[in-house]
C-alpha cells in the first residue's frame, strides 16, 4: 500500500468549524492550546477521521477570530504529536488519533468502542495446541497441557493498533472467528458464564522485529509497546493470559496515582 494511501483526500471532509470549536479569552490558558485541545478531543472521538482536511491556516483563523500564528501554534502542536500531517498541495489533513486507555480490567475493544474508535478486528489465528513453559505458568497448568490460542490483529478506522495473542484453559471458551471479529474476548467470556474479578498485568517496550513493523503497518525498528496479563475469575482460577504488542505511536497507558500519608 502507498504511504499515504490510507489518508486519501477522497475521505468525506468534516468542517471543523461544525464542531463548534471556541475558546474562552479570559482563561489563563493560551488561546492555542485551548484551540489545540479541542481539535485533538475531536479527532479522538472520532469526529475528525483521518483523511479530513482542516482548510488552510488563514481561512481558519479569520472565521474562529484567532490570528494566524495562534491557528498555526495549536496545527503545529498536532503535528508534533502525529495527529496531523501538512501536505503540499492538500493542506493539514487529519492522520490518526492516538488511544489513551485507562490502565485497568477492560478489554482493548470495549475502550476503543467507548472512545468512538471504531474498533475492527482481524482474526490471524485461532487453534488448540500444547501449552508453552509461559503460558502454562501464567494458566496454572501442566507444560504441555492443551491450550486454546487466539491472535488477532486490532484495528481502528482501518488502521493496525495493536497485536493480540490470548492464551485459554479450552473449557473456558471455544469461540468462533466471526464472534472474534465481531466483539471483544472479555464480553465473550462473560456471555460464557466467567466473572472476570482481577488480574496480574506488567508493561514495557521494546523494538518492533520485521515481521511485527510489517504487520503493525510500522517501520523495523520502531518502538512498540509490550503488555502481558493473567486475567482472574471470582475463584482465583486464571481464565485468560494474553502478551500483547501496540503501537507507541497510535496507543498509550493512562494510570492515576494517589498519594498517600
Not at 44 to 54: A, I, K
Not at 214 to 229: C, F, K
Not at 237 to 257: D, I, K, P
Amino acid at each position: 500500500m502507498p504511504p499515504d494511501a490510507r489518508y486519501s483526500p477522497q475521505v468525506a471532509n468534516k468542517d471543523p468549524l461544525d464542531l463548534r470549536l471556541s475558546v474562552d479569552r479570559g482563561s489563563p490558558v493560551p488561546l492555542y492550546f485551548q484551540l489545540s485541545q479541542q481539535l485533538e478531543s475531536a479527532i479522538e472521538r472520532g469526529l475528525l477521521v483521518p483523511g479530513n482536511l482542516l482548510g488552510n491556516e488563514i481561512e481558519l483563523a479569520g472565521r474562529l477570530g484567532l490570528s494566524r500564528p495562534t491557528v498555526r501554534q495549536a496545527i503545529q502542536a498536532l503535528v508534533e504529536k502525529g495527529l496531523l500531517v501538512r501536505r503540499r498541495g492538500i493542506g493539514t489533513q487529519v492522520v490518526h488519533s492516538q488511544v489513551r486507555r485507562p490502565l485497568e480490567l477492560s478489554s482493548l475493544y470495549d475502550d476503543l468502542e467507548a472512545a468512538g474508535q471504531q474498533p475492527a478486528t482481524r482474526v490471524l489465528r485461532l487453534e488448540t495446541q500444547e501449552a508453552g513453559a509461559e503460558a502454562a505458568a501464567a494458566l496454572g497448568l501442566a507444560e504441555g497441557a492443551r491450550v486454546r490460542l487466539l491472535e488477532r490483529l486490532r484495528l481502528t478506522h482501518g488502521e493496525p493498533v495493536a497485536f493480540l495473542r490470548n492464551y485459554l484453559p479450552p473449557d473456558v471458551l471455544k469461540p468462533e472467528v466471526a464472534e472474534l471479529e465481531r466483539t471483544g474476548l472479555y464480553r465473550l467470556l462473560r456471555g460464557a458464564g466467567s466473572t472476570l474479578h482481577s488480574a496480574r498485568q506488567s508493561v514495557g517496550a521494546r523494538s518492533a522485529s520485521a515481521a511485527e513493523a510489517e504487520l503493525l503497518d510500522e517501520q523495523a525498528g520502531a518502538p512498540l509497546l509490550t503488555m502481558q496479563r493473567t486475567t482472574y475469575d471470582d475463584t482465583g482460577r486464571a481464565v485468560e493470559y494474553g502478551t500483547h504488542l501496540y503501537r507507541a505511536s497510535r496507543y498509550a497507558f493512562n494510570f492515576q496515582l494517589l498519594v498517600r500519608g
